[in-house]
T-cell receptor, first 115, second 113 residues
Framework: NAGVTQTPKFRVLKTGQSMTLLCAQD?????MYWYRQDPGMGLRLIHY???????AKGEVPDGYNVSRLKKQNFLLGLESAAPSQTSVYFC??????????????FGEGSRLTVL | SQKIEQNSEALNIQEGKTATLTCNYT??????LQWYRQDPGRGPVFLLL?????KEKRKERLKVTFDTTLKQSLFHITASQPADSATYLC????????????FGTGTRLLVSP
């Protein structure tokens, strides 16, 4: 089992460009999350999903869109990248309703730089 | 406002000593709290969960306490080793019915030989 896989691991964008980060999990988890991590700010929740076809906003959703068309995948999109979106992005998954207090499994992160 | 606070300064200790990290929170009523370890360039890894009705939880050399009156959790590593050097994050659930964790900024632990 690969666990949670994020692609790409590194990306450099110019302001105004768009891109999509892909998160894939092979653990049949119901819940999936996108966080960003910045120095001194900790992990902040961008968007999350509690099941296939559902998404919801987290703490810092502006400038991002997400989709969960398949249970195993959670996509994070930046339509028009801004330098403020330079960050390390982490995807995580959790079992879901069957174990509502369970641990989050994190990917290795995607480092995005917007010039 | 809601806040989770962890000591932003690194904690330096000698090998063999007990490391104690603090997590304080305000304006949350979490049903449980979790601790994660994060190594440089890696994603966080789950260590322990403690529920609101539990005072203490242990796992090998790790011990977590949870005081809902003080709104504080303490994380202890006994007989610390250089391999324990990492950043430790506390996270609590917002108690919204869905599992949605809010993370502290983490405390970096450095264990010297």
């Amino acid at each position: 089992n690969a666990g949670v896989t994020q692609t790409p691991k590194f990306r450099v964008l110019k302001t105004g460009q768009s891109m999509t980060l892909l998160c894939a999990q092979d653990m049949n988890h119901e819940y999936m999350y996108w966080y960003r991590q910045d120095p001194g700010m900790g992990l902040r929740l961008i968007h999350y999903s509690v099941g296939e076809g559902t998404t919801a906003k987290g703490e810092v959703p502006d400038g991002y869109n997400v989709s969960r068309l398949k249970k195993q995948n959670f996509l994070l999109g930046l339509e028009s990248a801004a330098p403020s979106q330079t960050s390390v992005y982490f995807c995580a998954s959790a079992l879901g309703r069957m174990q509502n207090t369970g641990e989050l499994f994190f990917g290795e992160g995607s480092r995005l730089t917007v010039l | 406002s809601q806040k989770i606070e962890q000591n932003s300064e690194a904690l330096n200790i000698q090998e063999g000593k007990t490391a104690t990290l603090t997590c304080n929170y305000t304006n949350y009523s979490p049903a449980y709290l979790q601790w994660y370890r994060q190594d440089p360039g890696r994603g966080p890894v789950f260590l322990l969960l403690i529920r609101e009705n539990e005072k203490e939880k242990r796992k090998e050399r790790l011990k977590v306490t949870f005081d809902t009156t003080l709104k504080q959790s303490l994380f202890h590593i006994t007989a610390s080793q250089p391999a324990d050097s990492a950043t430790y994050l506390c996270a609590l659930d917002e108690n919204t019915g869905f599992q949605k964790l809010v993370f502290g900024t983490g405390t970096r632990l450095l264990v010297s030989p």
